[in-house]
């Protein structure tokens, strides 16, 4: 497999040391991988939250960008963001083919929606949300989004 | 450039392509293309003189893709001496200026170093030739992979990777992906573009032939003035001079040289005499009312007489009972012998007037009504130009044997083709002249267009009621099938000018806005 021993260097470099708020929860295999995030500073969106990320990757990863979504569980609610959906799919460049580069890794991608959450204010989920979440079937990499602005 | 002999049997020459690509070539009255002879059945030209374009239709031109290739290549040789660009950098320019090379060369003499960083060309071009080195002490980080024997490349930019993920880089994006023109350097957040140069170093032979494929198609795509045929497989390219802006003015159909009928406007199939726009808004409230259109057009009725049930199973309307031989119209359920003067009653929506459109539900119920009225009508065209085709080719099928047995020629079973084709033509036009009335508003002129309506619309059930003939009549039906194909396609001529010239001018009035 094309990703093993990128893989596995990026998996020795998350149990040695990761930024402040970033946690590695499972990694059993070279497919899908579980982080945690949480926002370091006192953004009252986010305060006292864990959330919780899911890694997907595929045989030509890192080439091709992670698939990357939140997961909703008893613990871990989906974060408020205008760029992401209630269902927990994320619309965000970076993770998105023209966005993308092979540079990046799971510890950057955690970084960067950390970041994201943390100069958010405002307490919304993206337009359409309940028509997107209803209707959507198309893997987060197959969507189309429209990155209005890359400021949020 | 190739100068086979059988270049000329593609619809233009060359030097016709190679011309000013900028010149308005819609505009051009000395076109030389073959028009459809079936379109001007029922009139006779000497073999010299061209036929006379019918006010429906527009100009246009067919290339194939070398055709394409040599005219992009041709453009990237001259405006490379231009700009003292090689050409590798240049094609880089104009994919990046959307072959605009007006806007390229002007705003190049002004400001060069701008252009050239923001097309990610940065520095001067020409330079080096790009190469493959190892690095002492190198890891990329792509893979994570080290060593003193690792293959390694970079563009100007800096960003070194090693050789293998730069070549899976590409082919993802390549092959994957379907870029091209726009792929960039794989460091993050770098905006330089890998030239084909340094491409070509990197990748395979059938890697590289689908990006020049993919190079070809940026092309076609960025010119306003091309369009690829949709039909599937087709190589085909369609140039034609009619602007975004005047689609409300004019239906661009296109014919391509794999024989697809196609809107240079919007890519759907022919949809004469009905505007880009209404058409748009039309299948968009079918698609929302499909559970209603689909309940309406179920393809079993009942007899309206002895109630027994009945499957339209060619494409006529003229229906008859099996049971109790009652004859009746599909489309409106009325008798059929009643139709040879009245097929008004058939064509046009009576809108009800009086006591009952002061209730609100009575209102909305007859708007669905309305809609029904048109969408049935519509659907039954696309419907029945299916069922007509079926029939046809079960009737060739037929006259084939037929001909292995009484030794009947090939060629007199042409005019079963010839009649099949105008049939499907003027469903297909009829369709959409059903769309195109949903949103008419009545005026002076709405009554002119239903009687072309109705003339067509008797024409095509005349001709098309001739297929459910047995087999055995059908040779003596010859000449009457004939007659009967030119008079469709006539019918058909009268409504597509009348139509054409009205939206031409802006004399329709629509009972809804477009944008
Ligand atoms: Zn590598
Ligand atoms: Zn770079
Ligand atoms: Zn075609
Ligand atoms: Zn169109
Ligand atoms: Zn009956
Ligand atoms: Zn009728």
């Known amino acids: 497999m094309f990703a093993s021993k990128r893989l596995a260097k990026e998996l020795q470099k998350l149990h040695d040391k990761l930024p402040p708020g970033i946690t590695l929860v499972k990694a059993d295999d070279l497919q899908e991988w579980i982080m945690d995030i949480r926002v370091v500073d006192n953004n009252p969106i986010y305060v006292g939250e864990v959330y919780r990320l899911k890694f997907t990757f595929s045989q030509s990863y890192p080439i091709e960008a992670p698939e990357v979504v939140f997961v909703r569980d008893e613990t871990h609610p989906i974060p408020w963001h205008p760029h992401i959906y209630s269902n927990g799919i994320i619309c965000l460049d970076l993770l998105d083919r023209q966005g993308w580069s092979p540079v990046h890794n799971v510890e950057s991608v955690c970084v960067s929606l950390q970041s994201m959450l943390t100069s958010n204010t405002k307490k919304e989920r993206p337009e359409g949300d309940d028509n997107f979440v209803r209707n959507n079937r198309l893997r987060p990499r197959d969507i189309n989004f429209i990155f209005h602005d890359n400021q949020v | ?515």
Request: with cysteine.
């Open chain 2, 1 to 515: 450039m190739d100068s086979d002999d059988d270049f000329n049997s593609s619809p233009v020459s060359d030097e016709d392509f190679m011309g000013d690509q900028d010149s308005d070539v819609g505009l051009e009255d000395d076109s030389d293309f073959d028009m459809d002879q079936d379109d001007v059945g029922f009139e006779t030209h000497d073999k010299d003189i061209f036929p006379t374009k019918q006010h429906y239709e527009v100009d246009f031109k067919v290339y194939d893709p070398r055709q394409i290739q040599a005219s992009q290549d041709n453009q990237i040789a001259e405006v490379s001496q231009i700009l003292g660009q090689p050409p590798e950098a240049t094609a880089i320019l104009l994919r990046h200026y959307r072959w605009n090379k007006e806007r390229l060369i002007d705003q190049y003499m002004d400001k060069r170093e701008e252009i050239l960083e923001s097309a990610g060309l940065g520095e001067t071009a020409a330079s080096n030739p790009p190469k493959v080195v190892k690095v002492k002490g190198f890891v990329c980080d792509i893979c994570c992979e080290d060593g003193p024997n690792l293959d390694t490349f970079a563009m100007k930019c800096g960003h070194r990777f090693c050789v293998d993920c730069y070549r899976q880089y590409l082919y993802t994006k390549i092959k994957d992906e379907g870029e091209a023109a726009q792929i960039r350097c794989p460091g993050d957040g770098c905006n330089r573009i890998v030239d084909s140069k340094s491409l070509d170093l990197l990748v395979a032979d059938d890697l590289r032939e689908r990006y020049h494929v993919l190079l070809t198609r940026t092309y076609v795509d960025d010119k306003e003035n091309l369009r690829w045929c949709p039909a599937p497989n087709c190589v085909y390219a369609v140039e034609c001079g009619v602007k975004d802006k005047e689609l409300m003015r004019v239906v661009p159909t296109v014919h391509c040289e794999c024989s697809h009928f196609f809107c240079f406007g919007c890519s759907l199939n022919d949809h004469q005499p009905a505007p880009c726009a209404l058409v748009k808004k039309w299948l968009k409230k079918c698609a929302d009312d499909s559970e209603t259109a689909n309940w309406i057009s179920a393809n079993t009725k009942e007899c309206p007489k002895c109630y027994s049930t009945i499957e339209k199973n060619g494409g006529c309307n003229h229906m008859t009972c099996r049971k109790c031989r009652h004859e009746f119209c599909w489309m409106c359920m009325g008798v059929w012998s009643e139709h040879g003067t009245s097929w008004y009653n058939c064509n046009r929506f009576e809108e009800k007037s009086g006591y009952d459109a002061r209730d609100a539900q009575a209102k909305s119920r007859q708007s669905l009504e309305r809609y029904l009225h048109y969408y049935n009508r519509y659907a039954n065209h696309e419907q029945s130009a299916k069922l007509d085709k079926d029939i046809y080719l079960k009737t060739e099928k037929k006259m084939q044997q037929l001909q292995n047995t009484t030794g009947m020629s090939w060629i007199e079973v042409q005019y079963l083709d010839t009649a099949s084709q105008a049939l499907q033509h003027c469903r297909q036009t009829l369709k959409w002249t059903y769309a195109f009335a949903y949103y008419l508003a009545r005026n002076n002129l709405t009554e002119i267009f239903e009687d072309n309506q109705k003339d067509l619309e008797m024409a095509v059930e005349n001709l098309s009621e001739m297929f459910e003939k047995p087999i055995d009549q059908l040779q003596g039906l010859k000449v009457d099938m004939m007659d009967k194909t030119a008079y469709c396609n006539k019918r058909r001529i009268i409504l597509l000018n009348d139509t054409a010239d009205n939206l031409k001018q802006g004399n329709w009035e629509f009972n809804v806005s477009f944008p």
